[in-house]
Nanobody, 129 residues
Framework: QVQLVESGGGLVQAGGSLRLSCTAS????????MGWFRQAPGKERAFVAG????????YHADSVKNRFTISKDNAKNTLYLQMNSLKPEDTAVYYC??????????????????????WGQGTQVTVSS
């Protein structure tokens, strides 16, 4: 069982930066692949970034490549999403999620919401123009 709590959201101007954190409870955080998703009003939840349990592999949606970076600190039980050059279209509720799949299976389905077993409650990110 893993419980996830996101933090770091807020209001920022276009071009600004934010760093989201996701703190996990439980002693098996290091064995989970992790992901960030976002959901804007009236839209489906969408993949943003993913990272394998050991941090060796990372995946980013095309819309955030070269702007967002996912990272994982197993010693601190914390997942991060560094967001730079923010745009108004990045406005959404951001969720972190944990996947217990093997690395091979995760590499094939990291973008799918049903790949993940546990979800946080979300943190709001609002980017003003």
């Amino acid at each position: 069982q893993v419980q996830l709590v996101e933090s770091g959201g807020g209001l920022v101007q276009a071009g600004g930066s934010l760093r989201l954190s996701c703190t996990a409870s439980g002693r098996t955080f290091s064995s989970y692949n992790m992901g960030w998703f976002r959901q804007a009003p009236g839209k489906e939840r969408a993949f943003v970034a993913g990272i394998s349990w050991n941090g060796f592999s990372t995946y980013h949606a095309d819309s955030v490549k070269n702007r967002f970076t996912i990272s994982k600190d197993n010693a601190k039980n914390t997942l991060y999403l560094q967001m730079n050059s923010l745009k108004p279209e990045d406005t959404a509720v951001y969720y972190c999620a944990a996947s217990g799949s093997s690395s091979i299976n995760y590499s094939r389905k990291y973008y799918a919401t049903n790949e993940y077993d546990y979800w946080g409650q979300g943190t709001q990110v609002t980017v003003s123009s």
